[in-house]
């Protein structure tokens, strides 16, 4: 089937309803799930939808029911994001890469009643819609960096770590900063930057010697 995702299209992964037949409540009755729906990232305040694979974007419309829609082409498949926010800024025809930002997850619709924000995520192949699950559960990194890269960033993580975030020294500790600044006890450079255990201990016999102990 050749039908590769190389980005997840909400960030965590938290599937709401699975693909297939659903129970929606009604004695004896039950619908089929063309799709999967995926739930908001509660951290923040909007979650993104992203592609899930380089392509052209195929559609992009309102449908009562759906909302605003957006459809990708992939070549050999077509994946389907319903329900968004508001319309995708992306034009029908715009490419778009794996991991690229496609729109804002919403809770569009016309006839659905009270429906709770969601994306309703269809993989469409050959025209019909299949499980997308088993795909979403495959994905692989899209660049793989490589070992100057890998060293390059630790070297700026540890250059951020021993730096500290920040270069002001906090109101409650000011005080106590500028006199022993004074006093020689530190150099005054980097008062947010992590203190190692040579430091500690240095510190520790200079407070003894200080009182005599
Ligand atoms: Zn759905």
Redesign the pocket.
Known sequence: MNIQFNSLPVVPLRIT?KYGHRNIGLKGASTF?????LGRDFSKQETEILAVADGVIANNYWNNTRGWVVIIDHGNFKTLY??LKRQSPLPKGSRVKAGQHIGIMGASTKTIRGMAM?L???LIYRNKSIDAEPYLKNIVEVEELTEEQVREIVREEIKEALSGNGSEVQGWAKKAWEEETAAGLTTGERPLGYMTRQEGIYLLNKIKKLFGK
């Open positions: 309803s799930h063309r799709g999967i729906d319903q329900h969601h309703h995520f269809e």
